[in-house]
């Protein structure tokens, strides 16, 4: 009877089937494989143009008004370089082909997607600008959920497709807490007997429990601090303030809202009659006087309008859902999403192929939207085959209105 050996294609055919069947938050990504980098290789830090959809104005009358067209990209790294190495003898090469799988195979892929998945959602909720939620507070009810829900519809969100990602704390207590709320029997069994919503509630198409949903850790804002805004008629992506309490620490991913400031439909241009949200892109820290960076930009016209007008001078900033007085410091909470596949991308690219020796292979699929490459090389010393495992990618939100933050 002929032994089976392991070849660098059998392995890299194992690993990507476990890869892709591990994947959880990424997975509901609008993943590409991208044809830019396909066989020639990509390098740690080349970018993917994403293009963004045209935005309009409805004119009024016969008279035809021709309004300029707005290509806008987001440029989306290949940043994160990621690999697990392993090795085995020949003699478990020839003889131990099932220990392999089970040893090194299936777990090398499982760690390698708990990490893509972990670095994608990490490098796109802090671009979120909907939020809803306490920091340091698991939400217990489903309007929370179908809150961020209607979020996502006022801003002209698609109203099916779409996803929830949950820690697994924060499941848990959504399946307690709604146990009693819905009557078909499938459902209800399903969210009783395995602890975790079943698809198409509140809403929501699909529910995944992820363990690799981010915790995140606000800033301090001092009790003494009512932050207003400093200055009327300001617009764009930096806001200047004052107002903060002595040694104020605001990070990259806090969101505050801005009294008389409301968020508009981006079709309709109508308010939504809720404030509209802004994330902070970059920490600031200081006391009185701070000037935010922040996202969206202000825009109080034209097509790409989000906001019904630009803040008024001592216009209130409200910094969480905090009250005038009240404290954050430093709290840790976990940053449940719900979303559209569209709002977030990312994009696996082909590494280039060694030389110097090595056997090397990849999987490139563009149905599975990944790209693995494996390396073989057999130390002569040791009677080992080292093997490595890489994949290069990079995620970035791309429509973020199409998502919403759920703080716990």
């Known amino acids: 009877m002929a032994n089976t050996l392991v070849t660098p294609e059998w392995a890299t055919m194992e690993v990507a089937m476990y890869f892709v069947n591990s994947l959880r938050g990424v997975a509901n990504f609008d993943r590409s494989y991208s044809d830019e980098f396909v066989q020639a290789g990509a390098k740690v830090g080349d970018t993917v143009k994403i293009r963004l ?37 020949s003699s478990q090469a020839t003889t131990d082909l099932d220990d392999i799988r089970n040893r090194y195979v299936q777990p090398a892929a499982e760690t390698l997607a708990s990490i893509y998945d972990r670095v994608s959602l990490g490098d796109v909720y802090k671009s979120v600008y909907n939020m809803f939620g306490t920091p340091g507070t698991i939400p217990t009810a489903g309007l929370t959920y179908s809150t961020a829900v209607s979020k996502i519809l006022d801003l002209a969100g698609p109203d099916e497709g779409l996803v929830a990602i949950l820690s697994p704390l924060s499941n848990a207590t959504l399946s307690a807490s709604t146990s009693l709320m819905f009557h078909p029997g499938g459902k209800l069994a399903e969210n009783w007997s395995r602890g975790q919503f079943a698809a198409e509630q509140l809403g929501i198409s699909k529910w995944f429990t992820d363990q690799n949903t981010p915790r995140f850790t606000t800033g301090a804002a001092p009790a003494a601090s009512t932050p207003l805004v400093n200055g009327a008629n300001q617009t764009g992506s930096s806001l200047i303030t004052d107002g903060w309490g002595a040694a104020t620490a605001l990070v990259k991913g806090d ?63 409200t910094y969480w859902a905090l009250v005038a007085g009240a404290t954050y410091a430093a709290t840790v909470s976990p940053q449940n999403l ?57 995620s970035a939100a791309v429509q973020e209105r199409m998502a919403c933050r759920v703080v716990g």
């Open 53 to 89: 959809p045209q935005q309009f104005e409805a004119s009024e009358g016969e008279a035809l008004e021709i309004q300029n067209l707005l290509d806008r990209t987001v440029n989306l790294i290949l940043n994160r370089r990621r690999h697990v190495g392993f090795g085995w003898s």
């Open 255 to 317: 969101v505050i809202s801005l009294a008389g400031v409301y968020s508009v439909n981006p079709l309709s241009k109508e308010s939504t009659g809720r404030l509209a949200q802004f994330v902070l892109t970059a920490d600031v820290t200081g006391t009185t006087d701070l000037t935010l960076s922040i996202s969206p930009s202000i825009i109080t016209s034209g097509p790409l309008q989000n906001v019904t007008n630009s803040p008024a001078d001592n216009a209130v900033i």
């Open 338 to 394: 719900v979303f559209h596949p569209k709002a977030f991308a990312s994009v696996v690219a082909d590494l280039v192929m060694p030389n110097g020796g090595a056997r090397g292979t990849r999987v490139n699929s563009k149905q599975l939207a990944v790209s693995l490459r494996y390396v073989e090389q057999f130390q002569i010393t040791s009677d080992q085959n080292l093997n490595r495992l890489d994949i290069l990618f990079g």
